[in-house]
């Protein structure tokens, strides 16, 4: 009985703190109006005032600027006005937005259970200002002032309580999709690295209000199961020194190919994030899943088999188990700690992926493969981020496997990103791969985060390990941005001025243009790429020593031996999004005829020694493939907070070799499908 006494004491003080009337800043103009009327009446003053007092600098009307710039304020206890933060680009469009709140009169504060209290609010300024005047000022939080203990017993107001993340040290989670919309406010910044992906959310929050963006997609919902399902995490506690948040996660979808396959995957999830102190995070997340995908996919993820009975990789996420004869279960494990103890340093260790570079490919490293452990040291000092990177990798082929244990490897990476002027952004790039010879193990010489990895390669031996060189190179413009990537992994410069094809000039190129708010419609992205490497690049005459992990490219998911060109495009509008994508390409595959055995040079785990020629060697060589693949995807963004989407998406793919390749016959199949999923990483199949 007392328990239930209680209860009801602890419901009823409750509901009467969350009843406490909240009231909005009073201009004189609005203080005959009812209180319904007050937040309307409110914002429109704020619109006039802007309206009435800004002036556009001139070198934004000179560059025909085209965006929107989130304006975050407050108003104070004393009914002051104050900018918080402004994610523009321009320093002049900073300072004038500044200059204009200056302006405002003192009004009456906003007040809570009568007392007054500090809130704040976003403002999504339009330019060119004829747009401003649809634009909608959205209350962004509340903090209470005054001392009451039974409110803060029950932490009726918080700050910043949406989003944690934001603040913190956590990895941005990385798809394609997202981190277009942040390529643009990144590119606008002198100073910014956009190439070693996922960012960290407190690096962006430099450049980028989040939370602001976050905050024009709120739907407003009073009960409990509406907020969470289109606005929150599902739980989020948060003490004095700690924060965690807990969500569940889906990925549900439905289809069909042409070849008359019923496509599903069922993917559940549970995601955990938070942050203990203000420089320590951490996150961990459990995907189980089955599924059955269109029959290429099918097809790919079977050739790739590990030794030991499993009869697939699920590209891009591990190793599946058989379901229901015709269908794969495959469980996902992901997670990782974040440190940060100042400015210059971030350390990071876990089992996730990584990304180098600035296209849709990349030719140093890549998301395609299975995840692995890795450790992470990102340095930022003047205009240089440093990245160092040690990962454990493995083979699954049975050639390697010993007692049903797979054969390790081990590689590291750094990667020099340097501002070189305000356009300009110069790369460098060094990975070794080395396996455990003579119980060599985790080699001590490669920890040395600054050493030269191929003079070490060569001193522990000719064939102790395998290394690649990159450069890569970025040029900002207005509203493009040009990059390219040069990757090096054998070169003789005697045998690549004759133009013979010598084998073991190994090296590829990528080629690619963005172009933001193109022709001036806000939110559509374009981009455009080329990509070429020669055949043999990536891979070795030692089984372990090539460029790849569990069966799949550590760099471009088609290998070596091809050429592609791609074109995207991406639209978004409040919650809706659009995404479209062709490929063009050529491919040189191995024969599967049983009489021509050579290596040609576009399977990165196939002994280079196994070649047909020493000379005339070139890219498409051997079992040559026309490929063309278009996708089209539309949905629309459930929940903010969770990346929550449903979708429907529809892929076309034209596969045309010279004879069966042993992994993808000829065929020309589209497959269409529709779903929910928590969009947290990148699916990639198009091979």
């Not at 599924?291 to 009869?311: C, L, T």
């Amino acid at each position: 009985m007392k328990k239930i006494v209680s209860s009801f004491i602890f419901l009823f003080l409750s509901i009467s703190v969350f009843s406490q009337i909240e009231k909005y800043p009073i201009f004189k103009e609005c203080d005959s109006l009812n209180v319904s009327e007050i937040p309307f009446c409110f914002k429109n003053q704020v619109k006039n005032l802007i309206l009435a007092e800004i002036k556009v600098p001139e070198n934004i009307q000179q560059e025909n600027f085209i965006g929107t710039i989130n304006i975050v304020f407050l108003v104070n206890t004393s009914g002051n006005f104050n900018v918080i933060y402004v994610n523009s680009p321009y320093k002049e469009l900073k300072e004038e937005i500044e200059r204009v709140f200056t302006k405002f009169p003192k009004i009456t504060p906003a007040k809570y259970n009568n007392h007054p209290i500090e809130m704040q609010f976003v403002f999504p300024l339009s330019i060119p200002l004829e747009n401003i005047v649809n634009e909608e000022i959205v209350k962004k939080e509340v903090k209470v002032e005054t001392i009451q203990q039974r409110e803060e017993l029950l932490d009726v107001v918080t700050k910043n309580t949406l989003f944690p993340e934001h603040k913190s040290e956590l990895n941005i989670p990385f798809t394609h999709a997202e981190y277009s919309s942040y390529d643009y406010y990144l590119n606008q910044v002198n100073n910014s690295h956009t190439a070693v992906k996922p960012y960290v959310y407190s690096e962006v929050e430099k450049y980028i209000d989040l939370d602001a963006q976050k905050n024009k997609l709120i739907k407003p919902k009073t009960t409990w199961f509406g907020k969470k399902l289109l606005n929150e995490h599902m739980a989020f506690v948060k003490g004095n020194d700690f924060w965690f948040t807990v969500d569940p996660g889906v990925d549900l979808q439905l289809g069909k190919d042409s070849e008359g396959i019923k496509t599903f995957n069922n993917t559940r999830s549970v995601h955990i994030n938070g942050g203990l102190g203000k420089n320590f995070n951490f996150s961990t997340s459990f995907y189980e899943s089955q599924g059955r995908f269109a029959n290429y996919v099918n097809q790919y993820a079977e050739s790739i088999k590990p030794d030991g009975g499993n009869p697939a990789i699920i590209p891009g996420r591990g190793i599946a188990k058989e379901f229901n004869s015709d269908a794969y279960d495959y469980p996902v494990a992901e997670a990782y700690l974040s440190y940060t103890p100042n400015k210059t340093f971030n350390f990071q260790f876990g089992n996730g992926k990584n990304f180098i570079g600035d296209g849709y490919r990349s030719l140093f490293l890549s998301d395609v493969a299975s995840p692995y452990p890795f450790f992470k040291i990102n340095t930022n000092f003047w205009k240089i981020r440093y990245t160092n990177l040690w990962m454990w990798m493995q083979d699954v082929r049975p050639e390697l496997t010993v007692d049903g244990a797979y054969k390790q490897k081990f590689m590291a990476i750094h990667y020099l990103s340097w501002n070189a002027t305000k356009k300009l952004n110069i790369g460098l790039f060094e990975t070794v791969i080395w396996e455990d010879t003579n119980n060599r193990g985790f080699d001590v010489n490669y920890l040395n985060p600054l050493i030269f990895y191929t003079a070490v390669e060569f001193s522990t031996g000719s064939r102790a390990g395998n290394t690649l060189l990159g450069l890569s190179l970025k040029y900002k413009l207005k509203d493009f941005s040009l990059y390219s990537q040069l990757i090096l992994d054998e070169f003789r410069a005697g045998e690549i001025t004759s133009s013979n094809g010598w084998w073991a000039n190994k090296y590829g190129i990528q080629l690619g243009v963005k172009y933001y708010n193109a022709f001036h419609i806000e939110n559509l992205y374009l981009q455009a790429e080329y990509n070429a490497v020669r055949p043999y690049t990536y891979s070795h005459d030692e089984l372990n020593l090539n460029y790849g992990h569990n069966n799949q490219p550590l760099a471009h998911l088609w290998g070596s031996n091809f050429k592609e060109v791609i074109g995207i495009a991406r639209f978004t509008k409040d919650r809706w999004f659009a995404n479209a994508k062709i490929i063009l390409g050529k491919k040189g595959f191995d024969f599967n005829n049983g009489t021509d055995t050579f290596s040609y040079g576009g399977n990165v785990f196939e002994d280079n020694d196994n070649r047909a020629s020493d000379y005339g060697n070139e890219i498409g060589q051997g079992n040559t493939a026309n490929i063309f693949i278009g996708n089209l995807q539309v949905g629309y963004l459930v929940n903010p907070a969770t990346n929550l989407k449903l979708f429907g998406g529809l892929t076309f793919r034209d596969f045309n070799p010279d004879a069966p390749t042993g992994v993808f016959d000829k065929s020309n199949s589209t497959w269409i499908s529709f779903g929910l999923k928590t969009d947290l990483f990148n699916w990639n199949f198009d091979f």
